[in-house]
Each structure stands twice: as structure tokens, then as C-alpha cells.
């Protein structure tokens, strides 16, 4: 959990600085939507081949392996940065590369971690697990952007910020090298395209799981307000890059808060209507958020929406995993890292192209009212959804 504080913590530090650095260089929404973009298509090319590599290899050896690459990603932006420092850098395409680089490395880990945890604790306590885990998870995504944003604006620069990034993950990436675990041996299976595309088969027979993972997709992908947060910033609430950081935080914020609250007192009943109402909260924030004039309301908005998002994150997690075999836990990670990807990377994308075309607060309202109506469709489309009780009665 300290190495993936620590990494996620990096990143999110990382990120605060390339959104700023890039809308610096083009003052373009959809070049924000861009950078989120060549973040995810590694991950639609390559999650067949990650979803296996985490059920056939050593899932903790891909992790670190994983982690070395997040810091040379950060140690390339540094060194871009260093030279542009001397003359200016005037467009963003080898930002975009080395964030390709980034999206390729995020591809192999997500599934591998996602897969990696239930092998830390018994299955009973898989849902609480869940629960702090996100909790740190969170807790990085409020210090990150913040630390990120405070620094850059501190020193006027993104050096400093992708020289941090390097150094956690490579912290990061010792402390998962003491990991010792002793796994039950899998049976070994002959490969085949078949194995690789079980993955795919599992998701589309089990509805259950089936529909989280979409629900998730299409929610987050309509309600991207974050891709859009260096403009708001920058033109409506006019707060600059520290003010910046704070507003990337809030969300995590009130994802913290609310995994802490459900580390200590789990949710027991009704988990399905839960995960529900909040997504559609979820799209309420984020209209708020679209709305608003006011820096305290829109940080207000953030956190909120923030803390509905943390609640379907916990049940959709348990879902997936713990009604989800072992052995094909790699390969279902790796598409619910797809369906993850891209609610977020490919909402950034979509967010940056309606701002470009409609303005800003028109697509961010647009996508709010989108998520509402998708939540009110896959509860229809999706009546199991609406039936789980219990998480730890799944199977």
C-alpha cells in the first residue's frame, strides 16, 4: 500500500504538471483532451496481452517492472522540459509521446495490481481490503495534484515536479521488491487466442459484472469535468496553477472521506441501489461543478462528486473481483482497466473536443445530465445491478 501511495501519488503530481505545461503551450482545450488520449490507447491495443501476461507471469514482478518504467516516462518528461527550459518549446507533440510510453506501462500494471490484491488477504475481509485500500489510494490523489500544482507554482516550473515523479516510483518500486507471498501453484494451460480472449467471454455471460464495469464506462466518460480543470483555472476561476492542484484534489478529497467512513463501517446492505444513487450524484456534482463562478463551490462540487464516485468504486471493485476465478482475475482486471481507461482517459478526449466545439461550462453541464440519464438506463438494462444485497454473497 506504501508503494502504491507513492506511485499514485507521483502521477498525480505528474499529471497537474503536463495539463498545465501543455495548456501553456497551446492554450487548447482539446489538446488537454489529447494528453488523456495518448494515455489510453496503449491500453486498448494491448489489454488482451496484459490481461494474460498478469495470469501467466508473477504479477509482483510485473508490478516492478511497471514502476521502472513509470520513472523513466517522468525522467523523459524532465528531460524535455530541461531542454525546452533553453529554448521554448512550441508544441506538444514529444510531451505526447512520452505519455504514449506512459499509457503503454499502465496497460501491464493496472491489471496485474487490480489481480495482485486479493492475494494479500482472506477472501472475507477482500471487501474492507477494498476499502483502505482505496482509502490510500485517495489519500495520494489528494496529495498529488496538490503537491504537484504548489511546486510548479512555486518554481515556475515543471522540473522539479518530474523529478519527484521519478523518485517515487523508483521508492516505490524497492518497497514492492520486499513482498514476499506464498500463492497457490496455478495449473499450468496450454496457450492459446482462445485463453486470451476468455477474458472478454466471462464479462459478456456474467451480467452482473457486465454491468458495473459499463455503467462505470459510460458514467465517468459523459461526467470528464477534470480534463477540463487547466481552463477553469486558468480563464473562469482565474486561480492559477496552485489553485489548480487544489481543484484535482478535491475530488479525491471526498473519495478519501468516504472510504475511510466505509473502512470502519462497511456498507452491508442494499450495494447495488447504493452504487446507483451515487453515480447519478456523481452526474449532479459534476453539473454544479459546471455551473459555478465561485472556486469554493466548485471545490465544494468536486469533493462531492468525488465521494459518489469512491462508493461505486468500492462496490463495482468487490464485484468484479471476488465474483471473478483466480486464475482469469488478470485477464477480467484488464478489461475493467480498458472500461477504466477509457471513462477516463477517452472522457478526457471527449471533454476537450465538445469544450472545443460548444465551449467549456456547455461541456461539462452536457456530460453531467449525460451520466444522470445513463444511470436511469442501465438500472433498466441491468436489473441485477439494482438487486445486490450483500457484496460478500456474490457467488
Not at 273 to 297: D, E, K, P, Q
Not at 319 to 332: A, F, I, K, W, Y
Request: aromatic share 8%.
Amino acid at each position: 500500500m506504501t508503494a502504491r501511495f507513492l506511485a499514485t501519488a507521483s502521477s498525480e503530481m505528474q499529471a497537474v504538471a503536463v495539463g498545465w505545461q501543455i495548456y501553456s503551450i497551446t492554450h487548447r482545450p482539446l489538446d488537454l483532451g489529447l494528453a488523456g488520449l495518448a494515455q489510453f490507447l496503449p491500453g486498448v491495443l494491448l489489454f488482451l496481452v496484459a490481461g494474460h501476461a498478469a495470469d501467466r507471469f508473477p504479477r509482483r514482478r510485473i508490478i516492478m517492472t511497471c514502476y521502472a518504467g513509470f520513472s523513466l516516462c517522468s525522467l523523459g518528461l524532465l528531460t524535455l522540459s530541461a531542454i525546452a527550459s533553453r529554448a521554448a518549446l512550441r508544441t506538444a507533440w514529444p510531451i505526447y509521446a512520452v505519455l504514449l510510453g506512459n499509457g503503454v506501462v499502465r496497460a501491464f500494471n493496472g491489471p496485474a495490481g487490480q489481480s495482485f490484491l486479493p492475494s494479500l488477504v482472506a477472501e472475507e475481509h477482500f471487501p474492507n481490503a477494498v476499502a483502505w485500500s482505496s482509502s490510500i489510494f485517495t489519500s495520494a490523489t489528494v496529495l498529488g495534484p496538490a503537491l504537484g500544482g504548489l511546486v510548479y507554482g512555486t518554481m515556475n516550473s515543471p522540473l522539479p515536479v518530474y523529478g519527484s515523479a521519478a523518485i517515487g516510483a523508483l521508492i516505490a518500486l524497492a518497497l514492492v521488491g520486499r513482498i514476499r507471498l506464498k500463492l497457490p501453484v496455478r495449473a499450468r494451460v496450454a496457450r492459446s487466442a482462445a485463453m486470451i480472449l476468455e477474458g472478454l467471454r466471462y464479462i459478456w455471460r456474467k451480467k452482473l459484472v457486465l454491468g458495473a464495469m459499463s455503467l462505470d464506462l459510460f458514467a465517468v466518460l459523459l461526467g470528464g469535468a477534470v480534463a477540463l480543470l487547466p481552463v477553469y483555472a486558468d480563464r473562469i476561476l482565474k486561480i492559477g496553477p496552485s489553485g489548480l492542484g487544489l481543484l484535482r484534489s478535491g475530488p479525491a478529497m471526498g473519495a478519501m472521506l468516504i472510504a475511510l467512513a466505509t473502512a470502519y463501517y462497511p456498507l452491508k446492505r442494499h450495494a447495488g441501489a447504493a452504487m446507483l444513487w451515487c453515480v447519478a450524484g456523481f452526474g449532479t456534482f459534476t453539473v454544479v461543478f459546471g455551473l459555478s463562478r465561485n472556486a469554493a463551490l466548485s471545490m465544494a462540487a468536486l469533493v462531492l462528486l468525488g465521494a459518489c464516485d469512491m462508493v461505486s468504486v468500492i462496490v463495482r471493485h468487490t464485484m468484479v473481483q471476488l465474483s471473478t476465478p483466480d486464475e482469469m482475475r488478470g485477464r477480467v482486471s484488464a478489461v475493467n482497466m480498458v472500461f477504466i481507461g477509457a471513462s477516463n482517459e477517452v472522457g478526457q478526449f471527449e471533454s476537450g473536443l465538445t469544450a472545443q466545439w460548444f465551449g467549456t461550462v456547455p461541456a461539462v453541464v452536457l456530460g453531467g445530465l449525460g451520466t444522470i440519464g445513463i444511470v436511469a438506463l442501465w438500472a433498466w438494462l441491468f436489473p441485477e445491478l439494482r438487486r445486490v444485497d450483500e457484496l460478500t454473497k456474490l457467488r
